[in-house]
T-cell receptor, first 110, second 115 residues
Framework: NAGVTQTPKFRILKIGQSMTLQCTQD?????MYWYRQDPGMGLKLIYY???????DKGEVPNGYNVSRSTTEDFPLRLELAAPSQTSVYFC?????????FGPGTRLTVL | AQSVTQLGSHVSVSEGALVLLRCNYS??????LFWYVQYPNQGLQLLLK??????LVKGINGFEAEFKKSETSFHLTKPSAHMSDAAEYFC?????????????FGQGTELSVKP
């Protein structure tokens, strides 16, 4: 199993640009999550999904959108990038109370 | 609402010394509790978790934590620090009855180990 994979690893965006962060898991987990990590702030939940076709907002959803058309994939969309979205983004999936994290995407918005 | 507080954003110990990372939580229901470790430029990895049963839980790499309900604490310890333990550590809590298994994280504690 590859576990949770994320692409790209790094990205620099200009203000107002859009992009999609990809997340895929091959463990057949129903629950998936997107977090952002900022220095000294821990991880904040952006969106989560309990299964294909079902998504819900987390603590900091503004400026982001998600979809879950398959069990495996949970992409995160930024429509109009802003400097406040500069962060490290982690995708995770859950099995029996344990969350498995991807390696992260480091995003800079200039 | 649930919350997690980690006391000390930076902890420095000497190699071979005791490691103690503090975590206190707030929860209206008996929580599930977790410690995760993050090495530089990597994702988070589960160290240990408490769900039910024995309140002293052992994890990977010689770490353990004790759930103390009366103190609402879940401190992480390791008897003897190793250089390879240098990393950032996150305490997290979840509500067992909450659909989605969402985690609430503390702000993290960066552990430095001096030779």
């Amino acid at each position: 199993n590859a576990g949770v994979t994320q692409t790209p690893k790094f990205r620099i965006l200009k203000i107002g640009q859009s992009m999609t962060l990809q997340c895929t898991q091959d463990m057949n987990h129903n629950y998936m999550y997107w977090y952002r990590q900022d220095p000294g702030m821990g991880l904040k939940l952006i969106y989560y999904s309990v299964g294909a076709g079902i998504t819900d907002k987390g603590e900091v959803p503004n400026g982001y959108n998600v979809s879950r058309s398959t069990t495996e994939d949970f992409p995160l969309r930024l429509e109009l990038a802003a400097p406040s979205q500069t962060s490290v983004y982690f995708c995770a999936s859950t099995h029996y109370n344990e969350q498995f994290f991807g390696p992260g995407t480091r995003l800079t918005v200039l | 609402a649930q919350s997690v507080t980690q006391l000390g954003s930076h902890v420095s110990v000497s190699e071979g010394a005791l490691v103690l990372l503090r975590c206190n939580y707030s929860s209206s229901v008996p929580p599930y509790l977790f410690w995760y470790v993050q090495y530089p430029n990597q994702g988070l990895q589960l160290l240990l978790k408490y769900t039910t049963g024995a309140t002293l839980v052992k994890g990977i790499n010689g770490f353990e934590a004790e759930f103390k309900k009366s103190e609402t604490s879940f401190h992480l310890t390791k008897p003897s620090a190793h250089m390879s333990d240098a990393a950032e550590y996150f305490c997290a809590v979840s509500d067992p009855g909450n659909q989605g298994g969402k985690l609430i994280f503390g702000q993290g504690t960066e552990l430095s180990v001096k030779p």
